[in-house]
C-alpha cells in the first residue's frame, strides 16, 4: 500500500533555530514528491516538486531535498512567519492521477 | 487573477440531512480535484475531473458522496444523509490540465462541514 509517513507531528522553534522535517514514503514507484504549506483556515500552498533523488529546491529560508525513500524540509533560521503546517505528498506510480498525502508536520516559530 | 474558490465557508446541518458543496476553480484550468481534510489529518482524495473524461471517483467513501462538474468548470460535492464522521474540511483544487507537475495544484480555502 502507498503510504507517505511525515514526522514530528508537531515542533516548536525559537526564532532563529535552524531545523528538518521529514517525510518519508513506501510507493510502487515515485513519480513526484510535493510539498506544501498551509496555514490555519486556508488551503495548502504549493511550495516544491522534486522528481529524483539528489534533487533539490529552494525557496527563500526554506530548501527541500529527496533521496529513494524520504524527503527532508530544511528550514534555515526560521521567523514566526514560517510557523504553518507542512504537507508532503507523493505521485505514486507512472499515470497516477491523485496524490498521497502524509498527516502533515505543525511547525510553530516563537519570537 | 482569482483563485480558486468555494462556498460556503462554514456550514453546520443536522445529521441526516443533504448538503451540498461548490466551488469555482480557476478560469481556464481543465483538472478539478475534491479533498476532504478531517482534524489532525493529511488529505483525503475524493474525486477528480479532467476536462470530459469520466471522473475518477475511486476516493469516494460511501455512495452518499456524489459529485458533478457542469460545462467543465463549477463543481459541486453533494453528502446525501449526512453522519457525524462527515465532518471535516472539504478541500477543492484546481490546475492547468495535463501537462505540468500533478502536485502543483492550487486550492481554495476550503469548507467546514460540522455535522449535528
Known amino acids: 500500500e502507498d503510504q507517505v509517513t511525515q514526522s514530528p507531528e508537531a515542533l516548536r522553534l525559537q526564532e532563529g533555530e535552524s531545523s528538518s522535517l521529514n517525510c518519508s514514503y513506501t510507493v510502487s514507484g515515485l513519480r513526484g514528491l510535493f510539498w506544501y504549506r498551509q496555514d490555519p483556515g486556508k488551503g495548502p500552498e504549493f511550495l516544491f516538486t522534486?522528481?529524483?533523488a539528489g534533487e533539490e529546491k529552494e525557496k527563500e529560508r526554506l530548501k527541500a531535498t529527496l533521496t529513494k525513500k524520504e524527503s527532508f524540509l530544511h528550514i534555515t533560521a526560521p521567523k514566526p512567519e514560517d510557523s504553518a503546517t507542512y504537507l508532503c505528498a507523493v505521485r505514486p506510480w507512472e499515470g497516477a492521477q491523485k496524490l498521497v498525502f502524509g498527516q502533515g508536520t505543525r511547525l510553530t516559530i516563537n519570537p | 487573477g482569482a483563485g480558486v474558490s468555494q462556498s460556503p465557508s462554514n456550514k453546520v446541518t443536522e445529521k441526516g440531512k443533504d448538503v451540498e458543496l461548490r466551488c469555482d476553480p480557476i478560469s481556464g484550468h481543465t483538472a478539478l480535484y475534491w479533498y476532504r481534510q478531517s482534524l489532525g489529518q493529511g488529505l483525503e482524495f475524493l474525486i477528480y475531473?479532467?476536462?470530459?473524461?469520466?471522473?475518477?471517483k475511486s476516493g469516494l467513501p460511501s455512495d452518499r458522496f456524489s459529485a458533478e462538474r457542469t460545462g467543465g468548470s463549477v463543481s459541486t460535492l453533494t453528502i446525501q444523509r449526512t453522519q457525524q464522521e462527515d465532518s471535516a474540511v472539504y478541500l477543492c483544487?484546481?490546475?492547468?490540465?495535463?501537462?505540468?507537475?500533478?502536485?502543483?495544484?492550487?486550492f481554495g480555502p476550503g469548507t467546514r462541514l460540522t455535522v449535528t
Open positions: 475531473f479532467q476536462g470530459n473524461s469520466a471522473p475518477d
Open positions: 522534486l522528481y529524483s
Open positions: 483544487a484546481s490546475r492547468p490540465g495535463t501537462s505540468g507537475a500533478l502536485g502543483e495544484q492550487y
